[in-house]
């Protein structure tokens, strides 16, 4: 692991932190301007001394938050829409954290209008910052700054793809030293030479189809020389988008997900679907007595529709929905019942 990776995973944390904050300022400020007062009257002002308490224990959740979610796992390159998906879920889980939290301690905290653009200047500010901390980062790589120096193995479509994509993005963090086609005594000669002039940080396996005894002979040269060992996937398994290797009698065992939310992201994007629910059922409960109100005034019946659907694997469920179709009133039914029984009489009395 490159020390400026680690620097820099380090640095994101104060960041973060201070994007939190400023957007906490940013949204008790926003609420007390004059457009916003005219258009939502302050009811309930906080001191300035108070909020900032307030805002520091909030701003301490959000980077725990970010902590599960794996915002600063080290790592030397990253995805920044993957970077970015993670944001919104941590600010919008924090959000809904304290959301909570105030709703069961309504004198700690009452301002919805700060909560609401807290959790949207928060996204913002620490996307910023992210991706601020990203550009110097990817900047310095381009100069050869926390750069891994690796050596490829293989001959195949799979290696000349991936010296493409090295030498068309240094951003990557990776710069070749050498090529080798397979590792034998010569390769592995010219490997033990090439340490004394420059520093190897990894051996990248591209080839699937190099023999079983050159890649355990050269796993065995990497670890000896604290070599970081790579290699790409065979051709089932590149096809694979979402993998987890766990061991059985020490022997690696590849799983291949259906989904990323197998596992404990199953488990996670249930918690959150919850709580998420509950606060949107809380915030939303006055538009909802006001359809009910509707429903009733306008149609007789219930004001809910009772459906059943079918979700996975076939399993049944009861869905509840606002009635949306029009239910005759009794004496209107009447009234057709006796136009139509009038109807049959005078065709009757007609034959």
Same mark, same amino acid.
């Given at each position: 692991?490159?020390?400026?990776?680690?620097?820099?995973?380090?640095?994101?944390?104060?960041?973060?932190?201070?994007?939190?904050?400023?957007?906490?300022?940013?949204?008790?400020?926003?609420?007390?301007?004059?457009? @916003?007062?005219?258009?939502?009257?302050? $009811?309930?002002?906080?001191?300035?001394?108070?909020?900032?308490?307030?805002?520091? $224990?909030?701003?301490?959740?959000?980077?725990?938050?970010?902590?599960?979610?794996?915002?600063?796992?080290?790592?030397?390159?990253?995805?920044?829409?993957?970077?970015?998906?993670? *944001?919104?879920?941590?600010?919008?889980?924090?959000?809904?954290?304290?959301?909570?939290?105030?709703?069961?301690?309504? !004198?700690?905290?009452?301002?919805?209008?700060?909560?609401?653009?807290?959790?949207?200047?928060?996204?913002?500010?620490?996307?910023?910052?992210?991706?601020?901390?990203?550009?110097?980062?990817?900047?310095?790589?381009?100069?050869?700054?926390? @750069?891994?120096?690796?050596?490829?193995?293989?001959?195949?479509?799979?290696?000349?793809?991936?010296?493409?994509?090295?030498?068309?993005?240094?951003?990557?963090?990776?710069?070749?030293? !050498?090529?080798?086609?397979?590792?034998?005594?010569?390769?592995?000669?010219?490997?033990?030479?090439?340490?004394?002039?420059?520093?190897?940080?990894? $051996?990248?396996?591209?080839?699937?189809?190099?023999?079983?005894? !050159?890649?355990?002979?050269?796993?065995?040269?990497?670890?000896?020389?604290?070599?970081?060992?790579?290699? *790409?996937?065979?051709?089932?398994?590149?096809?694979?988008?979402?993998?987890?290797?766990?061991?059985?009698?020490? @022997?690696? $065992?590849?799983? @291949? &997900?259906?989904? &990323?939310?197998?596992?404990?992201?199953?488990?996670?994007?249930?918690?959150?679907?919850?709580?998420?629910?509950?606060?949107?059922?809380?915030?939303?409960?006055?538009?909802?007595?006001?359809?009910?109100?509707?429903?009733?005034?306008?149609?007789?019946?219930?004001?809910?529709?009772?459906?059943?659907?079918?979700?996975?694997?076939?399993?049944?469920?009861?869905?509840?929905?606002?009635?949306?179709?029009?239910?005759?009133?009794?004496?209107?039914?009447?009234?057709?019942?006796?136009?139509? !029984?009038?109807?049959?009489?005078?065709?009757?009395?007609?034959?």
């Amino acid at each position: 692991m490159k020390k400026s990776e680690l620097v820099f995973s380090a640095i994101l944390i104060p960041v973060d932190f201070l994007m939190v904050f400023l957007a906490g300022l940013l949204s008790y400020r926003l609420r007390f301007y004059s457009f @916003v007062t005219d258009i939502k009257p302050v $009811i309930y002002e906080i001191v300035i001394r108070e909020y900032l308490s307030v805002l520091l $224990i909030a701003s301490v959740v959000f980077i725990l938050i970010f902590v599960l979610t794996g915002l600063y796992a080290i790592k030397s390159h990253r995805k920044i829409i993957d970077e970015l998906g993670k *944001i919104f879920v941590g600010c919008t889980a924090s959000i809904a954290l304290l959301i909570i939290f105030i709703f069961f301690r309504r !004198e700690w905290f009452s301002s919805r209008f700060i909560v609401l653009f807290s959790w949207i200047f928060s996204f913002i500010s620490v996307s910023f910052g992210r991706i601020i901390v990203r550009s110097i980062q990817h900047g310095l790589l381009k100069k050869g700054v926390g @750069v891994h120096y690796i050596a490829v193995i293989g001959q195949d479509k799979n290696t000349d793809d991936i010296m493409s994509q090295i030498h068309q993005h240094p951003s990557l963090g990776y710069k070749l030293v !050498e090529r080798f086609n397979n590792f034998d005594i010569d390769a592995k000669n010219k490997l033990l030479e090439k340490l004394k002039i420059v520093r190897i940080d990894e $051996i990248i396996v591209t080839d699937p189809n190099l023999s079983k005894d !050159e890649i355990l002979s050269l796993k065995d040269f990497c670890y000896e020389r604290h070599i970081i060992f790579k290699y *790409i996937a065979d051709l089932f398994e590149s096809q694979a988008a979402h993998i987890e290797i766990n061991t059985i009698a020490d @022997v690696p $065992i590849i799983e @291949v &997900k259906r989904t &990323k939310l197998d596992g404990w992201g199953r488990i996670f994007k249930r918690i959150f679907d919850i709580l998420f629910s509950l606060i949107l059922l809380i915030i939303l409960s006055p538009l909802f007595i006001i359809l009910a109100t509707l429903i009733r005034i306008d149609s007789v019946g219930p004001v809910f529709a009772k459906l059943e659907r079918v979700g996975e694997k076939g399993k049944r469920f009861t869905l509840y929905k606002f009635r949306s179709m029009v239910r005759r009133p009794r004496f209107k039914k009447r009234i057709i019942t006796i136009e139509r !029984e009038a109807g049959r009489s005078f065709v009757q009395n007609k034959e």
